[in-house]
């Protein structure tokens, strides 16, 4: 795994569009921060996450990117190409929107040249792309978010806004805490029972993922068009940022974007 970043393999064959997920190295935070962290709310120095945004900035060939200030609800930013945005909302380098992020866990759009990033530490980052009608989203999906199915509000505006075929539409799912690790010890009261079926038959584990691709596919996605990395962040901290591994940590990036 070379590079700062992986990258999905349904969204490669797309013209104009970048995306990554980051790892952990190549940024210049210091432990326990160390080293790509992007989040400003973690305890870092704030000098440090700006350089490690123009870092991610910089290896997408971005001009500038939305970073959401996510409060793991099931509010979906929508930013049209002809809708005029205070450019003090988005980041840009030598222009850091720090104290005026935009409040949402997902974002779609139709412009280029704006990246769409998601900051997450165990959490899911989920991209979505519709090649044919040139519309990209991002959505942070936690385990409220996939208990509120912000994944299928985030599609139904896509469908909704900006005429997406749902069969059309590729997502993919970032790393986050696998079945292995996402222990739920009160799911009786977090989690609704019609959900229990992501549950493993004996531990207090659920599998997101799988719950993920299913509102997926509910929304009429093509189980083709996703793809997931399959990798656990709490096992994997080596590459990631774990927050129930490490408390205090920092925040990985999951971008895609359209170049203009
Ligand atoms: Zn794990």
């Given at each position: 795994?070379?590079?700062?970043?992986?990258?999905?393999?349904?969204?490669s064959d797309?013209?104009?569009?970048?995306?990554?997920?980051?790892f952990r190295?190549g940024?210049?935070?210091?432990?326990?921060?160390?080293?790509?962290?992007?989040?400003f709310s973690?305890g870092d120095?704030p000098a440090?996450?700006s350089e490690?945004?123009n870092?991610i900035?910089?290896?997408?060939?971005m001009?500038?990117a939305?970073?959401?200030?996510?409060v793991h609800g099931?509010?979906v930013l929508?930013?049209?190409?002809?809708?005029?945005?205070?450019?003090?909302?988005f980041?840009?380098?030598?222009h850091p929107a720090?104290g005026t992020a935009?409040t949402a866990?997902?974002?779609v759009?139709?412009q280029?040249g704006?990246?769409?990033?998601?900051q997450v530490?165990d959490?899911?980052?989920?991209?979505?792309?519709?090649?044919h009608?040139h519309?990209?989203?991002n959505?942070?999906?936690g385990w409220?978010?996939?208990?509120a199915n912000?994944i299928?509000?985030c599609?139904d505006i896509?469908?909704g806004?900006f005429?997406?075929?749902p069969?059309?539409i590729?997502?993919?799912i970032?790393p986050?805490l696998?079945?292995?690790?996402?222990?739920f010890?009160?799911?009786?009261?977090?989690?609704p029972q019609?959900?229990?079926?992501?549950?493993?038959?004996e531990?207090?584990?659920?599998d997101?993922w799988?719950?993920s691709v299913?509102?997926?596919?509910a929304?009429?996605?093509i189980?083709?068009?996703?793809?997931?990395?399959?990798?656990?962040?709490?096992?994997?901290p080596d590459l990631?940022f774990s927050?129930?591994k490490?408390?205090t940590?920092g925040?990985?990036?999951?971008a895609i974007?359209?170049l203009?």
């Amino acid at each position: 795994m070379a590079g700062p970043k992986m990258t999905f393999s349904c969204f490669s064959d797309i013209p104009h569009l970048v995306h990554g997920v980051f790892f952990r190295r190549g940024g210049v935070s210091r432990p326990p921060f160390d080293s790509l962290n992007v989040g400003f709310s973690t305890g870092d120095d704030p000098a440090a996450v700006s350089e490690n945004r123009n870092r991610i900035l910089s290896w997408l060939r971005m001009p500038r990117a939305v970073f959401l200030h996510q409060v793991h609800g099931s509010e979906v930013l929508v930013l049209p190409r002809d809708e005029t945005i205070d450019p003090d909302r988005f980041w840009a380098p030598g222009h850091p929107a720090t104290g005026t992020a935009l409040t949402a866990d997902a974002v779609v759009t139709d412009q280029t040249g704006l990246a769409l990033v998601i900051q997450v530490a165990d959490c899911q980052g989920v991209m979505l792309a519709d090649p044919h009608k040139h519309v990209i989203a991002n959505v942070h999906s936690g385990w409220r978010g996939s208990v509120a199915n912000i994944i299928g509000r985030c599609v139904d505006i896509m469908i909704g806004r900006f005429g997406c075929d749902p069969q059309q539409i590729l997502a993919g799912i970032s790393p986050s805490l696998g079945p292995c690790c996402a222990e739920f010890i009160h799911y009786k009261q977090e989690i609704p029972q019609n959900l229990w079926q992501y549950k493993h038959p004996e531990k207090a584990v659920f599998d997101f993922w799988a719950l993920s691709v299913d509102q997926l596919l509910a929304k009429g996605l093509i189980l083709d068009h996703i793809s997931g990395m399959n990798l656990c962040t709490r096992c994997r901290p080596d590459l990631f940022f774990s927050f129930r591994k490490e408390k205090t940590t920092g925040r990985f990036a999951c971008a895609i974007g359209l170049l203009g």
